[in-house]
């Protein structure tokens, strides 16, 4: 029963936001399908298109689009102000304007920010670029396509490389190390990539991962069943290095999903992420809200935690409802996404009656009856 609901629950919230992007019911021919924009398929993407941004991307290359992450999206048609007789035109300046543009411009800008902090002295670092293509907030990462996974590794594949040339100095690149989940992940890669690849690939299931030659390590997707493994991996490289007197070797986490609401932690391993991750900072997160189809919770080192609904009034573009110095999350971001919503409907009730200001509410409703299921699983 509670599997019906979830899934009827997450195809109703697709529907009801497909007909707030395009104006018209949701209830169409394509059934459950969300009802995307002409423009967003058949175009490049909008500026600062933020995390639907993201998703259309995944989108295009499962419609048979090139997966080319080198590609920089088009400039958008920024907001005019008013202007006067003869006045040139000015660009109005939104909050959105920090979203990145597309998933090159995301991976480029986790790998800046995460280089600056840790030039700044954190030596742990978080990094989530979670798409809604390839991820669930119960599960986690899904590859429900052909070439999913592959576009995955491909995606971690840049981060490395962009991470690494952010630490260039005097031409010279630091001794980067991929840590991949297990062996024959790590082994695949390893055969694939060998003709160009500029960082040495191992695996937590590995004698020894890391080698005291690698300066910088990210460790990539690690997941339940090998989160004994990582977070055995990284207390034993921190007490070397206290008992040593050795600097603290950077170690960034991708992705990272050491816990899931399909597999369960001992109390041990809970324990033990619990008091390894606080040392971790986040230095850059691109978060759906529920399902991906209301907003995000954004951050970029050494910024604060933003968080962006979709703007009802110009599709594509995202509204700054909240700035906060913590990462808003579970019963917080709900009151957060509420009072929100709740202002725009009335603001979409002010400017057409019956228009968007209803459509926020049925959203609304969806949501908090989501947030109940969400609930429930865990008690």
Request: net charge negative; aromatic share 10%; charged share 25%.
């Amino acid at each position: 029963f509670w599997t019906y609901y979830y899934w009827v629950s997450k195809m109703l919230l697709r529907q009801r936001v497909a007909g707030l992007q395009t104006g018209t019911s949701s209830h169409t021919s394509r059934g459950c399908v969300p009802v995307y924009p002409k423009s967003h398929i058949t175009t490049r993407l909008p500026r600062r298109c933020g995390y639907k941004g993201v998703e259309q991307v995944s989108h295009v290359v499962h419609s048979g689009g090139d997966f080319d992450l080198g590609e920089k999206s088009a400039p958008a048609q920024p907001a005019v102000a008013p202007q006067g007789d003869g006045d040139q035109p000015e660009i109005a300046p939104r909050d959105d304007d920090v979203l990145p543009e597309d998933l090159a411009d995301a991976i480029s800008q986790a790998a800046t920010a995460t280089a600056e902090a840790i030039r700044r002295g954190n030596a742990r670092c978080q990094v989530e670029i979670l798409l809604p293509t390839f991820w669930d907030p119960i599960s986690g990462p899904i590859f429900p396509n052909k070439g999913d996974q592959e576009r995955f590794w491909r995606i971690t594949r840049r981060f490395v490389d962009e991470l690494g040339d952010a630490f260039i100095e005097g031409g010279t690149s630091p001794a980067v190390n991929a840590v991949y989940p297990d062996s024959g992940v790590a082994a695949m890669l390893s055969y694939q990539w060998k003709e160009d690849k500029r960082f040495r690939i191992t695996s937590l299931n590995d004698r020894k991962p890391i080698q005291p030659e690698d300066e910088l390590v990210v460790v990539v997707a690690p997941d339940p069943p090998g989160a004994d493994e990582c977070l055995r991996m990284i207390r034993q490289i921190s007490n070397k290095e206290q008992e040593e007197g050795l600097p603290e070797k950077p170690i960034v986490l991708f992705n990272q999903r050491l816990a899931s609401g399909d597999v369960g932690l001992g109390l041990n391993v809970r324990r033990m992420r619990n008091f390894v991750l606080k040392d971790f900072a986040i230095t850059y997160s691109l978060r759906p809200i529920g399902f991906g189809e209301i907003g995000t919770v954004y951050r970029r080192y050494p910024g604060m935690w933003q968080v962006f609904l979709q703007d009802p009034e110009l599709p594509g573009r995202y509204r700054l409802v909240a700035e906060k110095p913590s990462r808003p999350e579970g019963e917080y971001l709900d009151y957060l996404v509420q009072q929100a919503m709740g202002t725009m409907e009335e603001e979409g009730k002010e400017g057409q009656q019956g228009g968007a200001g209803g459509i926020f509410g049925q959203l609304q409703r969806t949501v908090n009856s989501l947030n109940y299921f969400m609930k429930s699983l865990s008690k």
